[in-house]
T-cell receptor
């Protein structure tokens, strides 16, 4: 069964460094999303992406964040200058034509020290 | 604002039914979801229900929706040890094309 994959599974970085989290959505899906879950808190929506542009973003998704689909298979989330409070589990998701069914990857745990 | 609430823990005996409850605030919710998260894994979409439905059944899973009370439940029949996981209730409102709002998750543990 096709699935969303994410790399790395765990990333440790120093405050102020840039990180890129990678996702490979399900191959025939057209809508892509990033969510995050800070330890002990709810899963929060960050951004959605369709047709090579952001279709919706939350107030969390400020200028420090960017997303890109650099080729036909990858979908990336970049954090320009990480802060301690960016430490969280980041989930990528994708959906087919219909955005109702979002399929999630296993997540990347980001630890900022 | 939009919010989804659920209890944090549920313990059931193996073979019994589990009922996980959820309440939401957005009366314009169009889709309501149940996701399952096993240890070390991602969020697995279990099932979803449209807001114009009252019930949806899929094998051992039954979803009930009470729109008047903004209450959603997930019933797992004949609960097995493999059902141990965190179950997230989530909703998508009419105001958003893509954002899903999640609850905190209910940790289901199974007693022998």
């Amino acid at each position: 069964e096709p699935e969303v994959t994410q790399t790395p599974s765990h990333q440790v970085t120093q405050m102020g460094q840039e990180v890129i989290l990678r996702c490979v959505p399900i191959s025939n899906h057209l809508y892509f999303y990033w969510y995050r879950q800070i330890l002990g808190q709810k899963v929060e929506f960050l951004v959605s992406f369709y047709n090579n542009e952001i279709s919706e973003k939350s107030e969390i998704f400020d200028d420090q964040f960017s997303v890109e689909r650099p080729d036909g298979s990858n979908f990336t989330l970049k954090i320009r200058s990480t802060k301690l409070e960016d430490s969280a589990m980041y989930f990528c998701a994708s959906s087919e034509q219909d955005p109702y069914e979002q399929y999630f990857g296993p997540g990347t745990r980001l630890t900022v020290t | 604002g939009e919010d989804v609430e659920q209890s944090l823990f549920l313990s059931v005996r193996e073979g019994d039914s589990s009922v996980i409850n959820c309440t939401y605030t957005d009366s314009s919710s169009t889709y309501l979801y149940w996701y399952k998260q096993e240890p070390g894994a991602g969020l697995q979409l279990l099932t979803y229900i449209f807001s114009n439905m009252d019930m949806k059944q899929d094998q051992r899973l039954t979803v009930l929706l009470n729109k008047k009370d903004k209450h959603l439940s997930l019933r797992i029949a004949d609960t097995q040890t493999g059902d141990s996981a965190i179950y997230f209730c989530a909703e998508r409102g009419r105001s958003s094309a893509s954002k899903i709002i999640f609850g905190s998750g209910t940790r289901l543990s199974i007693r022998p």
